[in-house]
């Protein structure tokens, strides 16, 4: 099992660029979660879906930020435009049956906007 | 205002030591959960608890509902065991909420 794959792994833009990241969850697994960790914060729930419907959006930080799962096996979270205080890195992840089984994280994509 | 509670911050213990993190919470919960992240950044979900006791390995969870607590224990820790320990919550209602990690270092 490949495990939870996000690409890509750093990205480094600068302020006004569109960012897509990309996620594609474990086989089988019908949750999916994305999550942004910062030194000051720490991490905190973006949005999850369930069977590839968005389910709690209220932690996405404000209208620049849009994340999208057009099918079981693939989701992207974009910001557009984005700022130097996206800066962070943010973690897929995905978990079987429900919202508060075993999550099991991807690797992270570091984001940095000059 | 962060819903949950870590206790410590940062601990470092002799290799061998017995360790416990803490985790308290303010209200209600549908699951906690332990993770790990090691210094390379990667997280790995340790356990998930909704009541009772877990073990894996040397790691020991509890969770008591009704002091709203939950502890982590490592027995005979290892340096490999030096990572961030995060608690995480589950409230009903779906909503997701992390405490601000516990940083272990073990020392051979």
């Known amino acids: 099992d490949a495990g939870v794959i996000q690409s890509p792994r750093h990205e480094v833009t600068e302020m006004g660029q569109e960012v897509t990241l990309r996620c594609k969850p474990i086989s089988g697994h019908d949750y999916l979660f994305w999550y942004r960790q910062t030194m000051m914060r720490g991490l905190e729930l973006l949005i999850y879906?369930?069977?590839?419907?968005?389910?709690?959006d209220s932690g996405m930080p404000e209208d620049r930020f849009s994340a999208k799962m057009p099918n079981a096996s693939f989701s992207t979270l974009k910001i557009q435009p984005s700022e130097p205080r996206d800066s962070a890195v943010y973690f897929c992840?995905?978990?079987?049956?429900?919202?508060?089984?075993?999550?099991?994280f991807g690797p992270g994509t570091r984001l940095t906007v000059l | 205002k962060n819903e949950v509670e870590q206790s410590p911050q940062n601990l470092t213990a002799q290799e061998g030591e017995f360790i416990t993190i803490n985790c308290s919470y303010s209200v209600g919960i549908s699951a906690l959960h332990w993770l790990q992240q090691h210094p390379g950044g990667g997280i790995v979900s340790l356990f998930m608890l909704s009541s009772g006791k877990k073990k894996h390995g040397r790691l020991i969870a509890t969770i008591n509902i009704q002091e709203k607590h939950s502890s982590l224990h490592i027995t005979a820790s290892h340096p490999r065991d030096s990572a961030v320990y995060i608690c995480a919550v589950r409230y009903p209602g779906n909503q997701f909420y992390f405490g601000t990690g516990t940083s272990l270092t073990v020392i051979p």
């Open positions: 992840a995905s978990s079987r049956g429900t919202g508060s089984n075993e999550q099991f």
């Open positions: 879906f369930n069977n590839n419907v968005p389910i709690d």
